[in-house]
């Protein structure tokens, strides 16, 4: 298998982390969504990433579809979506957190690729941000074990994890997690000290389009 896509990507990074917790070995392809356009359009028309390119050439685009593709390669009672109900609580820890670094991508967007900083957006965006640290923090309160959903990693952990890592990096100082979300700061440093997230990281830098 092929990823495609820079692994400051919170997006990218949530699906490379699952494939090495999975144990899936794959070819990484750091193309940006700039600078590669082109490249990454042969595989996909949105030149977005995650793009997964499979063993049989079939393409796979957008974070969760590709992680839900891959669940299904998972050994039996390994995988890393929960079932029944608390699948579907899942499935919203992780909406929360892509939400949240899609409105942090957002405003990299408006104040370095768009060079300016409408306050009305970013003033929303950070509304946004706050409210989905506020309910993932809840989410944590409520889920006392040792991981978001039992005694194993699961995507909620990751997705949350390389969200606030994203948020950290890309507007440092904004979001102070260890006073105002302390659960959430506790949970991102346990994740970031494992193995797989410290091999696949890459600091955060944008390349505004020429």
């Not at 392809?29 to 995650?50: C, G, H, T």
């Not at 009672?77 to 991508?105: F, N």
């Amino acid at each position: 298998m092929i990823l495609i896509g820079q692994y400051d990507s919170p997006f990218v990074r949530r699906v490379a982390i699952a494939m090495r917790l999975y144990g899936l070995s794959f070819e990484h392809r750091p193309w940006s969504v700039f600078a590669d356009a082109e490249k990454i359009a042969q595989y996909n028309p949105l030149m977005r990433v995650p793009t997964l390119v499979m063993g049989n050439g079939e393409v796979l685009i957008e974070s969760h579809a590709i992680l839900d593709a891959l669940d299904q390669l998972a050994p039996p009672g390994l995988s890393m979506m929960p079932a029944g109900a608390e699948r579907r609580e899942a499935q919203k820890v992780c909406a929360l957190a892509t939400g949240l670094a899609d409105k942090a991508v957002s405003m990299v967007y408006e104040t370095v690729v768009h060079e300016r900083a409408t306050s009305v957006w970013i003033e929303r965006c950070l509304s946004q941000i706050a409210g989905c640290l506020n309910g993932l923090e809840r989410s944590r309160l409520a889920h006392r074990t040792e991981w978001w959903f039992g005694a194993n990693i699961g995507h909620a952990d990751v997705t949350v994890a390389c969200a606030l890592r994203f948020l950290g990096d890309a507007h440092a100082g904004l979001f102070d997690l260890a006073e105002g979300w302390p659960l959430l700061a506790a949970h991102a440093a346990r994740c970031e000290a494992l193995e797989p997230f410290s091999e696949i990281q890459q600091p955060f830098k944008v390349t505004p389009p020429q």
